[in-house]
């Protein structure tokens, strides 16, 4: 009697095809940037939830707990305004207790942001590995945090401003804008250096360093009219430097008599926006190539 052979359909294949044949993928696997981004929005209200309370959380063990969002940026005007007002005399530049408090205030929001957003995986790692979700929506809630404690020193630096002397015009309608267009910003590069620090420790020890030569280069402390003692091409560069550009939008929105160093406003908007646009795709691209690497290894 002739024996019939059973021979096993799967036989031969390899292991990439033995998944697809029995709708197998990779665990982690990228997903595309259509689909990554409706997950990211599906998980609104976890980023919302998780910001606040990491603003919570970052002034629960102070006495003074969230009283602290508004003596910091206080603190910090009434030291800078000492040295650079009382000790160097800023007399070329009217009101300049306004002047310095809105651009500590507006460099402040992105430095706040990009420093805690070069940490938000690294430190983050359980979470990553206990948990399926979005990564992004961990660097998201850092700027969402910063932008949180931004409104509450605006609430300061718009007293300060009517204080000092500064009328109340409609101008000063510009500066929602203007945060906005930050803020999107802010999200970008928060994005990229959260994947830079994920990938090298040492990115957070050298941030400092970068964000405070960035504040230099930003006419935060001083008369941006200084800038124009540099040779042309540096001067139109810095013309072009983000930071300088927001903190022009908030100045020209609320003082009236401020140093500008881009006299024209439909340029300043049109980088103000053109940076917005190339910072939040580009930083979120960037950071959805890298999403099946993080807690990694």
Known sequence: MATTALVDPDTGLTQAQLAARHGLRVAGERPSLVEYSRRLWAYRHFIAAYANAKLVASYSNAKLGQLWQVLTPLTNAAVYYLIFGVVLDQKSIPNFIAYLTTGLFIFNFTQSAVLAGTQSISSNLGLIRALHFPRASLPLSTTITQF?????????????????????????????????LQAVFNAGVVLLVARLGSKSSDLKQVMPFIMRTWMYGSGVLYSVSLFERLPGWATTLVQFNPLLVYIELARYA????????????????????????VAGVGGFFYFWRGEQEYGRG
């Open 254 to 277: 609320l003082l009236e008599e401020a140093p500008l160093l881009n006299e024209s406003l439909t340029q300043l908007w049109l980088v103000g926006a053109g940076w917005a646009l």
């Open 148 to 180: 949180q404690q931004l409104l509450a020193s605006m609430v300061v630096l718009i007293g300060i401003v009517l204080v000092t002397g500064e009328p109340l015009t409609w101008e000063w309608l510009l500066l929602v804008p203007a945060l906005l």
